[in-house]
């Protein structure tokens, strides 16, 4: 057992003590501790569970033992067995929360709902906000960006950031388009997602990361250290740029999805 581990990167400091994690709350964390205690209820085990929130503002959560994932993705990550469960839980986590969502609040969110409301979003599935044992994608983490709306707010943000779909420029991605093109179907695939659905998912790629950028300048706008910085160091034209190679190269990505 770790105590006092401090975990790095993202823009919040979450500290380890024992078997749960102290993370810092915002206005928003009353609608996600009401979702993370349905998830429970409910049976789902992806999710860490919420314990109470410290007299100082810190949420504590359960640990979800396991790896995490940086940029460029680590062999685990970028592994097909990841790519499948990664998509196998989204469905799952999604599933979970489609009867929860019909009467979920529609404000207090940290972000505006998207219609039409289906699920409740987790916002920002990816490779660093997943936890894998081997190569096993198993659990789910920071729940910050959650809100409710349609399933495909989600899924296209996490092919984007599973396959990936980045461009040949982006030195956090990999594979050649028409490996990206077997990856995208695979994963829609494993996640069942529908014919309609794969026909406007390109479209809704890019729309997620012109969203991110948006977020992005209002953040760092708004004084937000931690965005602003990002924005120095140009991670929104790496978003971007992304944006315009999925719509660049939809003809070969859209082949193998809807085959």
Known sequence: MVDDEVFAGGVNQVVRVGDTVYRPTGPWSPRVHDLLRHLADGGFSGA???HAVTA??????DFLPGEVSDYPATPAAASEEALISAAELLRSYHDATAVYARTAPRAGWQEPVVEPVEVICHGDFAPHNCVLAGN???GMIDF?????????WDVAYA???????????NADGFGTTAQQAA????FCDRYGLGRADRTRLI??????LHALVDFMRTRAAAGDEAFAGHLADGHHLLYL???AYVRERRSMLEADLRR
């Open 48 to 50: 860490p569970r919420v």
């Open 56 to 61: 100082d503002g810190f949420e504590v959560l």
């Open 136 to 138: 096993r994608v198993t």
């Open 144 to 152: 910050d960006h959650a809100r409710p709306g349609p399933r495909m």
């Open 159 to 169: 092919a984007y950031r599973w396959v990936p779909l980045t461009a040949p420029t």
């Open 183 to 186: 990856r995208l179907r695979l």
């Open 203 to 208: 479209d809704m790629v890019a729309a997620r």
């Open 241 to 243: 740029g992304d944006a």
